[in-house]
């Protein structure tokens, strides 16, 4: 019994061993001529550095993965005139910290709409959020993910995408996917990318080679996710 436990803890600790950063993700935590950097315990905000931010952007990261992972792309949507802030997750798994969104909108009341994204299993968890908090979100991007319950008949406006070569595009791109969202929802295929490109972290298991850059699939995600923050409220 001792050594089915040692194994069993093993295997553990090792599933739960958070993917590793790219030197991108650590470079990120920085302010910058446009963006200010600041952290507070288990959220990361980057914020416009010339201030007046009233939509904001709260980001769940996909399972195993470090906050960090997404600050090249948080520091990229910030210095479009947004305020993005991460989350961590208790063991890196949103499934474990779904509601940890509250914190951060409670610690900013002059943003007035607030739109949740996610990569992966991220994503999944900001749409529970957001479906218990439809007074409050407005919008809801799925990086690599989709939804597990029906938002169909919400008015959030929601922007899914994910790289062609990613092992789940089928279902994220699938009819089922688009079934669980507002039919006016934007589903955009990144030719060429891949899973973990949608972050800046490696080792991503069962992930096919992308075949297009990391900094062009994030410019593509970053665009894409700034013309939906765009469709809300002009930016700053």
């Known amino acids: 019994m ?14 739960l061993q958070p993917q ?15 963006v200010t950097f600041t952290q507070d315990g288990d959220r990361y905000s980057w914020v416009p550095a010339q201030g007046g931010a009233t939509t904001g952007v709260i980001v ?17 949507i910030a210095g479009e005139g947004y305020l993005v802030e991460i989350v961590a997750m208790p063991l890196n798994l949103a499934v474990l910290g779904i509601g940890r969104a509250d914190e951060t909108i409670e610690a900013h009341p002059e943003i ?80 060429g990318g891949n899973h973990e490109q949608m972050g800046w972290y490696t080792g991503q298991p069962n992930d096919p080679p992308a075949t297009i850059s990391r900094a062009d699939q994030q410019r593509q995600v970053a665009g894409a996710t700034v013309a939906l923050l765009d469709s809300l409220e002009p930016p700053i």
Do not use: C, N
């Not at 001792?2 to 599933?15: D, P, T």
């Not at 030197?23 to 446009?34: D, G, I, Q, R, V």
């Open 112 to 191: 007035q709409h607030w739109v949740i994204a996610g990569h992966s299993l991220g994503g999944s968890m900001g749409a529970q959020f957001a479906s218990d908090h439809l007074d409050v979100i407005d919008g809801l991007v799925f990086w690599a993910s989709y939804a597990t319950l029906d938002l169909s008949a919400t008015d959030l406006a929601v922007l899914s995408i994910w790289g062609s070569l990613d092992a789940g595009a089928a279902r994220m791109g699938g009819p089922e996917a688009r079934s669980a969202v507002p039919p006016d929802a934007l589903f955009i295929e990144i030719e």
């Open 2 to 15: 001792a050594v089915v436990i040692a194994l069993l803890v093993g295997a553990a600790a090792w599933w």
């Open 60 to 76: 769940y990261p996909g399972a195993k993965v470090p906050p960090a992972a997404y600050g090249p792309l948080a520091q990229a």
């Open 20 to 34: 590793p950063l790219l030197p991108e993700a650590e470079a990120s935590l920085a302010s910058t001529p446009t």
